[in-house]
T-cell receptor, first 115, second 114 residues
């Protein structure tokens, strides 16, 4: 079946613009995670949802970052007033269950470049 | 806070050599432990996991044992292949107030030569 998809795959934007990154999880998966990954580093947790509820957003770096999953399926990560330091790979993952031992299935990522 | 420490890469081996990638962690309670692998040009995918002390995860010839006493989850394979060349990430997930927060290591690149 279809895996996790993300769009766009690449996004180049100018400093100060808002961007919206989309994640389409595997159908029926309860949990959805957002990560940021710098080059040569591991994924850094940003936030996650169970169904439509945002369970934890402790990893969001500041209030320019927000996320939603209004119908418990597709999720959008929005970065307002982008800055050059926001340039990174943004990854989404989903899991069938909501437990800590559930396998996460990762999407291909969106590479964001802020000029 | 939680942390995962992996050995620095790249690790360069000849085909059929023995592989060890060290991973140690810091976390309160009893986290679940994972190894994820990222092949060139692809996303991360689960390689193996262990959810409690002394559990051994295994897949595709790779193994790792959850060692609570040494807070370690080292990845091993007896005979690597060129196709194992990838970046390997050690990770943990810990329960915190009903939420499950994942923490990843920085990854270890493995290069296997024929």
């Amino acid at each position: 079946g279809a895996g996790v998809s993300q769009s766009p795959r690449y996004k180049v934007t100018k400093r100060g613009q808002d961007v919206a990154l989309r994640c389409d999880p595997i159908s029926g998966h309860v949990s959805l995670y957002w990560y940021r990954q710098a080059l040569g580093q591991g994924p850094e947790f940003l936030t996650y949802f169970n169904y439509e509820a945002q369970q934890d957003k402790s990893g969001l770096p500041n209030d320019r970052f927000s996320a939603e999953r209004p119908e418990g399926s597709i999720s959008t990560l929005t970065i307002q007033r982008t800055e050059q330091r926001d340039s990174a790979m943004y990854r989404c993952a989903s899991s069938l269950g909501a437990g800590g031992s559930d396998t996460q299935y990762f999407g291909p990522g969106t590479r964001l470049t802020v000029l | 806070g939680d942390s995962v420490t992996q050995m620095e890469g790249p690790v360069t081996l000849s085909e059929e050599a023995f592989l060890t990638i060290n991973c140690t962690y810091t976390a309160t309670g009893y986290p679940s432990l994972f190894w994820y692998v990222q092949y060139p040009g692809e996303g991360l995918q689960l390689l193996l996991k262990a959810t409690k002390a002394d559990d051994k995860g295994s897949n595709k010839g790779f193994e790792a044992t959850y060692r609570k006493e040494t807070t370690s989850f080292h990845l091993e394979k007896g005979s690597v292949q060129v196709s194992d060349s990838a970046v390997y990430f050690c990770a943990l997930t810990r329960s915190s107030g009903g939420s499950y927060i994942p923490t990843f290591g920085r990854g270890t690149s493995l290069i296997v030569h024929p």
